[in-house]
Structure formats: C-alpha cells, structure tokens
C-alpha cells in the first residue's frame, strides 16, 4: 500500500463527481451532443498560461528518467523518435512483468472493497486531472505521434477523456444492475417459508493488459484503461514503443490519485519493454485475463490465437470505403473528402482508403462528371486545401512511422497516379516528414491494390461498373477484408437504402452525404460507436455494454435466515 496519507476518501470522490456520472449515463441513452471536457485549447477554459506550462512539463522530460516508483525495474529504455526531428531521449523504466504481475494482484482486493461507486469515483477523478493537463498531453502526443497540434489536443485530450468517462458511465451503468444483498423468501404453504439472505459481490476479471497503437496513444487507450479499472481490474499499459510519453504521463496522474485516495497505486502500471518476447509473455500470463489491443494484424491476430486465457479486444486493419454515386453538392463533396484524406496524412484507421466511382460517372449539381473528371477534380480539390503551407502541416501533421514513409514511395505502383505525394517543408520543425496525399486511380478488377490496408496518405479510386456494384463491392471489401467506416454519396432513395442494408449486412458504421464539417473519419464521444465488432476489423466496439460487461462477475453467497 502507498505510505500517501488519505486526502479524500473514494466515496468522496463519488459523491464529487456524482453529478457527471449521471449525465454521461444519460448521454449513452440519448445519443446527443454531450461533454464536460471542452474540446477547445481555450485559455479562459484551461488557463491563460497552460499552453507554455504544458510545453515545458514535457519539455523538462526531455533526457531525463521518468521515474513512477514501480516495482521490478531493471533498467531504463528510450526508444521514441518524433516525426517532428526533435530530440526526445525520455528514459523509461523497464519492470519485470511478473513483478507487475504480483503487485497488481495485491492491490487488486483492496480496489474490489470499495465498490462500484468507489471505484467510479476515483476514474472520474483520474480523468478531471487528465482534463487539467491538456496542454501536457497534447504536446507529448504531438511530438510521439506526428499529429498536428489541434488534433494532438483534441484527440489526445478531450475526445479521449470522452472516451474514457463513456466506459466507466457503461460500467457503472451495468454493475449497477446488480444489487449488493437481498432477502430470499420462497412461500411454503402451511410451512414457514424458506428464507435466505444472500449477497452479490462484484469481482474483476483479473489482471488487464491495454497495448497502445503509435498513432493515437491516449484516445484508443482510454476506453480499454478506464473500463477495465472500473469494473474492479488492474491495468498494466503497454504502450507503443514511439508514444510512450502520453502514456507515461497518463499512468502517473493515476498512480497519484490512487495513492491520495489511500489505495495502491499498483492498480495502474507501465510496462515500457525493450523486447517483444516481453509483451509476448505478459500478453500469455495465465494471470491477464483481459486485453485491448490497438494496431495491426499481424501482432493482432497472434493475440487472438495465442492469449487463449484473456478476453482479446482489438481494433485491427480495415480498407475503408466510400461510394459515389451521385451529389446535388459536388464542389462541398470533393472538399469534405479532400480534408478526410489529408487529415492526419490519412494515419487514422477510420481514414477512407477505396473511393468507388461508376465508369460511366456521375450525375452532379454541375451536369454529368465522368470517372476521369472525379479523379482530377478530387486532385484539384486536394491541391486547394493545401495550396497554405501553414494549414497543410497543421492539418496533414508528420508521418508517424518509417514504414509509412516506404508505404508511400512503393504505392504508385499499384495504379496510375492521379495526384502525387509531395513532401511539405514544415516552417516550425524543418526536420518533420511531412508528406501530402497520393491519389492512385484503378479498376475493380485491381484487387491487389486497394483491398490491403496501405496505412497512411494513400487512396484508391476505383472504377465499378455502376451505383450497384458498387454498394455489392463496398459490402464485399468490409466482410474480407474489414472496415470502420464507409461512406455513400448518393440523391436516390433507393440507393441510400441498398446501401443501408448493405451496412448492416456486414457490419459497419455508414456516412450518408457529408458535406459541412463533419468527416467519415471522425467519431463523437458518447454519440457514435466507433467500431462495430461485426467485421475483420474489429471484435468489439467503442463502447457499448458488451465493451464492460464480461470483464467483471457476480459471485455470491447465501445462508439461512430467520
């Protein structure tokens, strides 16, 4: 236990921030518009001075050994490079994992006594300091991960906070369909009645493993955190080995606040390993009883095969689609999809690979527009949005990963080039590889080159025969291959509603006819499940009750009464 003296109690904490619990339960059940963490990096919100002080926290990281006092350290690593050239060199602490292992298991009886309530509490508390730091954590998630600075705020930030206070409200939603005691009175006839009193305790799955991806290292690490530790688990993070810091930060702001609630900080723990047999082992612990895992499927799939004695959460590789088959807004059509493909050099795993056009072209608001003209105005529109060095790196951000950058200078063989990728000097970090999207035209006969996931800048349109095969191509490229999202673009009814059923048929979220400022490739806090759990590219969903509900049982017991 931490030697921390109690400040406030969990059920303090509870009763604290009883108050948002509530209304992010009711915001699962509506469905609207709904946050307590404002997604704008306002100072009047946040602090006229949290944008330096937020630099400088993780600036003074830079060099230094990020000490969070857990047991079995054997070392140090630092192995982040940024995408933005600059120099890190933040030291980790390398722990044994059994060590992490056994100090979760003493620590999770503790977590287990203070129940539902307790435990919501404290998570919410974890996620009001994380909301006051921000800044910190945009800049860490800025610099590890390639992202431009409002969506390293906004993503790595707030949406991700969502996120996290949306698993706990499923969690504390269902542990509250259970009652704590009850009186069991079964009538007898003439006989006194059988009577038992009987309790319901409920119990955590066990130890929890959350792996993180290298692209967004908080938002796809929150819901699996924050659901495993509300249902009564302790959580080991594993992050990715080049976005280690936002998580680092993340696990100490926890351990703080368990240690000031006079609970082991040991609930929560980073396991930063310099070897993947490590991961492996952890991640095949007959103790981990439960693992989200971010990323590609490769590693993904050995999961599933391998760490047989956990419930395996992923998110894993998908080609997302978008069908056009005609637009009354053509220009704001072409606008809305450049800005999906650039947005974060389409290193998102929501980004939209396949663009699927009649051969014969489309009706627009400005008459007939062939394939050919799609391909090029898109290019133009593209080029437009881009045309602002300033805006181009703030939107496009910094390629993540080394891989990524081959992705790109391979790709162009897998079709013809509409639009190539150029490299974009960035006036802040010159050493930031920037790169602006490549556009690659092909038939659907084409298979090999648009049904594989080419993470990163590159998009595919596709010619189809018409509107028709094209919806039958969609569903058939979500049910092989996976899919997050997919889009339509059309002004029939019916094919709207082919499409529709289409989507249901294979499982996947669908996007109807955007326009305005909303993009296939972005997803609402408490509003929009992101993920079905129906096709390849993933088992699970953000969030919905199958998300909490298997990682914690009710075990009970029962005696005679009077």
Known sequence: MSNVTSTTTPAQLFDKHHATLEAAVQAIHARGYWTPYPEMPSPKVYGETAQDDGRRAVEACFGQDFDLGQPGRSGWMASERSPYGVELGVRYPVCDGQALIDAAHAAMPGWQRIGAQGRAGVCLEILERLNKRSFEIAHAVMLTTGQGWMMAFQAGGPHAQDRGLEAVAYAYREMKFIPHETVWEKPQGKNPPLKMKKH??????????VIGCGTFPTWNTYPGLFAALATGNPVVVKPHQNAILPAAITVRIAREVLAEAGLDPNLVTLA???KHEATQALATH???????????NTFGQWLISNAKQAQVYAELAGVNNVVIESTDQYKAMLRNLAFTLCLYSGQMCTTTQAILVPADGIDTDQGRKSYDEVCADLATSIDKFLADPAVATAVLGAIQSPDTLARIAEAPAHGRVVRASTKIEHAEFPRAEVRSPLLLACDAADEKAYMEERFGPIAFVVKVADGAAAVTLSERIVREHGALTVGLYSTKPEVVDAMTEA???????LSINLTGGVFVNQSAGFSDYHGVGMNPAANASLSDSAFVANRFRVVQRRYHVE
């Open 286 to 296: 007959p103790a981990v009883k439960s693992i989200d895992f971010t990323g590609g």
């Open 503 to 509: 989507t249901w048929r294979a499982g996947v979220a």
């Open 200 to 209: 319901f305790e409920i119990v955590g799955r066990g130890v929890a493993l």
């Open 272 to 274: 930063a390993f310099d």
